[in-house]
């Protein structure tokens, strides 16, 4: 007990007894000088900052990010400038719909969120272990969000409202026949694959630009839990995943990931006959094969789960030079809407916390806010341009232009696309076992919802495969 430090206010003003409060007598009433007591009770009654709305419980280790193919020329970005380049990186894994406490287990896409710290600043790919999502227009998220979420009047997850919103909206069957596959819920965060889901793209030094996915293969194996397994572990441990993930790490398991990319020049885009910005669509491989371009490997895990795990802020937007977006409307959303809640969940300096500071220089002229803990630049003049040696822009960095043409609508996305093809595909490429699966769980999610609602999200089901369609109406009694 000698070596333990003195404990002391937030002030740093030693403290001589942290066991009794100050009363006026033995028996009397606390005191309001106990300023001890009165601090412990404030920062305490504030500990927790806003859950995220989405992708609320999660896990998170720091890693290794290493360049095993040359992509410099599809790309500038220094990352990718030579084979063995290697920068940290942090990934945060996480179900979507359930909150802090939730069971790890439960059925629902999986956020893969990863921070390269890149020496010319962070670059986030922000994805989840599904190649494809629900919806395609940003319009439509808040909506799928609630209907995923809890009923307004009883407060429980509700499936009627899940396949409601989803009958409805027959963009989401390929990403609901993956959840319902035995994709659905993963072994563990180590065995699942990333994918950016979205069209990002990179940029070249001659200023060509080309349209890119990105997927992150896992090298532990693909392996799920069934409906059942899952409902044991739930029973028995709410933080498998995480307890799993920091476990491996701890005893030197170091879990590895092959980085892929799909790469589509530019031009491609305006006569392929997929959306290539459609976030319901892949590329199907035999059109655009994946690269290898490198290993990440996680290999450290945080020192505090909330500084580093929960302060965690991902942001799409953060593209260093070589890396950009893409029409994608959900991506284009997304730019917005990631920044934006870190702002209000923990505050406009977030970018400054040890977990999301670039491991590169920063010289912004943003000031001052709520809870600015640097030096907040000091004496340098806050304006730009200026006569003082402040930080400038370099034309160097800039990106090459995108065209944009079209009147300004809002055209209904629904046209022109079609919503079964790709679930097709992946119910054929199911093996009979994959087959029975997904249409166990379908039926199991179903039985409890209006017949109606059923009997549309029936039709979806047949129009991406009769067999797929006739099974879940059989399992239903229809
Ligand atoms: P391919 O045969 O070339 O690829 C099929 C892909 O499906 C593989 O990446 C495979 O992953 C993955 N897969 C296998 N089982 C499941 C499952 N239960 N849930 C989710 N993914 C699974 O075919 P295409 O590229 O033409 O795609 C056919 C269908 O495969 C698509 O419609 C899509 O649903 C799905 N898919 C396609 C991806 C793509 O980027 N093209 C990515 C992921 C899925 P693995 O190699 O790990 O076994």
Redesign the pocket.
């Known amino acids: 007990m000698s070596k333990c430090p003195i404990m002391t206010t937030a002030a740093g003003i030693p403290i001589a007894d942290n066991q009794n409060s100050l009363t006026a007598g033995p028996r009397g009433p606390v005191l309001m000088t106990d300023h001890q007591l009165m601090e412990r009770m404030a920062h305490f009654n504030r500990e927790r900052v806003p859950e995220r709305v989405v992708h609320a419980k999660g896990a998170g280790a720091y890693g290794t990010f290493t360049v095993t193919a040359d992509i410099s020329k599809y790309t500038c970005a220094k990352l990718f400038s030579k084979v063995g380049n290697k920068c940290e990186v942090f990934l945060r894994f996480s179900t979507v719909a359930g909150e802090l406490g939730s069971a790890d287990t439960a059925r629902d896409p999986r956020g893969f969120a990863c921070k390269f710290y890149t020496e010319e600043g962070n670059w986030d790919l922000v994805g989840n272990n599904t190649?494809v999502f629900f919806v395609r227009d940003p319009l439509k998220f808040q909506d799928f969000i609630h209907s995923q979420k809890r009923h307004p009047q009883t407060g429980l997850r509700d499936n009627t409202m899940q396949w409601d919103f989803w009958s409805l909206s027959p963009e989401s069957l390929?990403q609901v026949t993956?959840l319902f596959?035995?994709?659905g819920i993963p072994a563990t965060y180590r065995n699942m694959?990333g994918?950016s889901s979205h069209t990002y793209s990179v940029w070249n030094e001659k200023g060509e630009r080309f349209w890119v996915?990105w997927?992150l293969?896992t090298m532990q194996g693909?392996k799920c839990l069934t409906n059942a397994e899952s409902a044991k572990i739930a029973g028995e441990d709410l933080d498998y995943h995480r307890r799993d993930l920091f476990n491996a790490i701890e005893k030197g398991d170091h879990p590895k990931w092959k980085v892929q990319l799909?790469i589509m020049p530019e031009k491609d885009a305006e006569t392929y006959h997929i959306h290539p910005f459609d976030l319901t669509k892949?590329?199907?491989?035999?059109d655009y094969p994946p690269v290898d371009v490198g290993i990440l490997e996680l290999n450290r895990n945080p020192e505090n789960y909330f500084a580093e795990v929960e302060q965690a802020a991902f942001e799409p937007s953060n593209m260093p030079p070589g890396f950009g977006a893409s029409p994608d409307k959900m991506l284009q959303a997304r730019i917005l809407s990631y920044a934006d809640t870190h702002r209000y969940r923990i505050g406009i300096n977030y970018a400054a916390l040890p977990v999301n500071k670039p491991r590169c220089p920063v010289n912004t002229y943003h000031r001052d806010g709520h809870m600015r803990f640097d030096g907040n630049y000091g004496g340098q003049v806050n304006y730009q341009p200026n006569s003082f040696n402040g930080p400038v822009d370099d034309k160097k960095f800039r990106e090459p232009p995108l065209k944009i043409s079209g009147d300004a609508d809002r055209y209904d996305h629904r046209k022109g696309n079609e919503d079964y093809s790709?679930a097709g595909?992946?119910y054929r490429?199911?093996n009979a076992d994959?087959k029975s699966q997904l249409i166990d769980n379908i039926v199991q999610a179903m039985k409890s919802v209006p017949r109606d609602i059923q009997e549309r999200q029936i039709k979806h089901f047949t129009a991406a495969d009769p067999d797929y369609g006739a099974r879940v109406a059989k399992g239903l009694g229809l």
């Open positions: 190649p390929h993956i596959s035995d994709r694959n994918y996915k997927h293969k693909i799909q892949v590329w199907p491989h035999k790709q595909d992946l490429l199911m994959q």
